[in-house]
Each structure stands twice: as C-alpha cells, then as structure tokens.
C-alpha cells in the first residue's frame, strides 16, 4: 500500500496569509489526525478526523482549522498566519484512530516570514 | 489534565550498551502507550506500543515497560546501535469512548546518541 502522503512538503508564507496543507491517508484509512511539530513544543496534536467527523480537538486557536472529505483526505487551515505558526506539519492516518498504529506522512515544513 | 513528561532529553551511550528513557503520564484513563522513532528530517515511525491491559512487551532489541499503578512507561534499547541515534517520543492516548476517540499526547523527545 502507499503510505501517507502530504502536499506541499514546502510552503513559505507571510503574515496575515492563510494555508491550507493537505493529506492523503494509506488506502482503508478512515482517521487522519494532525500534528504541529517544533523544536521547542515537540508533537502538539492539532485535531483528529473520523469519517468526515472531527472528533477530538487540541489546544489551539480557532484560526486553526481542518476538515475530511469521502475519500478520507484531509485539509487544514491556518488563517492569519504568525511568526509562531512556524513549524512542520505532520499528519498521520489510522484505520480506526489513535489507540491504533498511526502512520505519518513526510510533514508540511512551513516558514511564515 | 493532559500531559506527558519525558526524561531524558538527551542520551549518550556507547555502542553496545543500554538505553532507557522514561516517561510518565497524568490522566489515568489513558489506555495505549506507543514509541516513536524520528531520524533527522524523517517521519515519526513506531517502534513498538503497549497497551493498559500488558505490563511488558518486547520485540527483538526493544522493550516496553508499563506500571499503571504509578503512571509510566518506558523504554528499553538493548545493545544499542549508531543506527538506533535518533530522537524517540512517548505518547499516551486518551480514552474518551470506547470506540477509539482517543488522541495521542506527545512527551517532549529524547535525543539519543550512540557513539562507536
């Protein structure tokens, strides 16, 4: 099977922008979670999507936002963009959530000047 | 609350000796214990998960010890590597349901150098 894969794997942006970064789950997949990694705050969880259902969500600002479509693929959304939403991205797909295996995607490295 | 502490934030070991990192864990309904394995500029890959309901779990060179009593975990690496060099993280997942709304909490990471 393909693993997890995530577009752009790049992306450099200003501030006030918004991005969206996408996912695309292992095949039979049907839970994406996503991941804000930085040096100095580790692996923060973002949120987690279930059959186009976000099911649990972490601590950050509603500028943070994501969504599942059918096919189980997954988009965020950063809107306003800060200094601070510097980081990788990372996504990572399950076949039932996370009391299972989950299987990461490259991450999105984004860079907001 | 939710929180995972992990210790050490860097290792340095010798080629052949053992390696532990330790971590522990605060919500108490948490229920799957998984290690992750990161090599510079690579994806998070599991190298080997617990759950609640085991208390030890090893596979090949690697092991994983749970105490639910006391609320850690932790790894073992056994006659370590160069290769094994690479930043290890814990995580606990939160139970909400139990149909697996679960979220994974992260430790911090721990740096691990194997020197030959």
């Known amino acids: 099977k393909a693993g997890v894969t995530q577009t752009p794997r790049y992306l450099i942006k200003t501030r006030g922008q918004q991005v969206t970064l996408s996912c695309s789950p292992i095949?039979?997949?049907?839970?994406v979670s996503w991941y804000q990694q930085t040096p100095g705050q580790g692996l923060q969880f973002l949120f987690e999507?279930?059959?186009?259902?976000?099911?649990n969500k972490g601590n950050f600002p509603g500028r943070f936002s994501g969504r599942q479509f059918s096919n189980s693929r997954s988009e965020m959304n950063v809107s306003t963009l800060e200094l601070g939403d510097s980081a990788l991205y990372l996504c990572?797909?399950?076949?039932?959530?996370?009391?299972?295996?989950?299987?990461f995607g490259p991450g999105t490295r984004l860079l907001v000047l | 609350g939710e929180n995972v502490e992990q210790h050490p934030s860097t290792l340095s070991v010798q080629e052949g000796d053992s390696a532990v990192i330790k971590c522990t864990y605060s919500?108490?309904?948490?229920?799957?214990f998984p290690w992750y394995k990161q090599e510079l500029g690579k994806r998070p890959q599991l190298i080997i998960d617990?759950?609640?309901?085991?208390g030890e779990k090893k596979d090949q060179r690697i092991a994983v010890t749970l105490n639910k009593t006391a609320k850690h975990f932790s790894l073992h690496i056994t006659e370590t590597q160069p290769e094994d060099s690479a930043v290890y993280f814990c995580?606990?997942?939160?139970?909400?349901?139990?149909?697996?709304?679960?979220?994974?909490?992260f430790g911090a990471g721990t740096r691990l150098a194997v020197h030959p």
């Open positions: 919500d108490s309904a948490s229920n799957y």
């Open positions: 995580a606990a997942s939160i139970g909400v349901f139990a149909g697996g709304y679960n979220k994974l909490i």
């Open positions: 999507y279930f059959s186009e259902t976000q099911r």
């Open positions: 990572a797909s399950s076949s039932r959530g996370t009391r299972e295996t989950q299987y």
């Open positions: 095949s039979g997949h049907r839970s």
């Open positions: 617990i759950r609640s309901n085991v």
